[in-house]
C-alpha cells in the first residue's frame, strides 16, 4: 500500500476529534475521538498499522497550546505534522459550503486542505525558543495576577486606613508590612496604644 493517508485534528482540551481520509478524499475511519495523551496517540497510530510512517500526514490547528504536545510527540515519531492558521482552516471549511462548525466538521476540513495541499506553512521554533516564549507567557500571567493581589490589596487598605497612603508612600514596603501587621484595624491616632 503506497497511498497517503490524511489526517485531519481538530485539538480540544480533553478530547480531539480526528478525520482521516485516503488520497482521492475518501474517509478511512468515521470521525471518533481521541484523548491528548500518549495513549491516545498511540491508539489513533494502531488504526493505522497498515500503514509506514511516511504516508502518515497529520495536520492540526495551532489553536492556544493544546496542539504543542502532540506535535511534539508526533515529532519524535518521525510523522510528518503540518500546523495551519485557525483562520485558515475555518476559511476553508466556509469555502466547502459548510456553515454549521463542529468538531468533527473541523477535523474533516483539515484533513482535506492537507490533502489538497492548499495551506501556507508555518514556521514553528525550536524547542528551545518555544519553551522561552513560555516562560516568558507564565511570567506575565504572574505580573497581572500580583498587579490583581495588589489592587485587591490596596482596596481593603482603603477601607480599614482610609489614611494610610497619605502617611506611607509605597504600602507594600517592609516598613508598611511591620505597620500594618501590628495595628490590623483602624483607629484614630489619639486610640491607638
Known sequence: MSQKVYLGIDLAKGTSRVATIDEDGNEIFSPSSITNSKEGIEKLLSKLFSYRKEQIVVGMEISSNYWENMYSYLKQKDIPCILLNPY???KYRQALGSKIK???I???AIAQ?????K???LYISDESVLELRELVRIKHSFERRVKDLKRSVLALLYLTFPEYTKIISYPF???SMQILSKYRNFLPYG???
Open 102 to 104: 463542529t468538531d468533527s
Open 113 to 117: 486542505l492537507v490533502r489538497g495541499r
Open 191 to 193: 486610640q491607638r496604644s
Open 106 to 108: 473541523d477535523a474533516a
Open 88 to 90: 485558515q482552516v475555518k
Open 119 to 121: 495551506f501556507d506553512d
Open 173 to 175: 514596603s517592609k516598613v
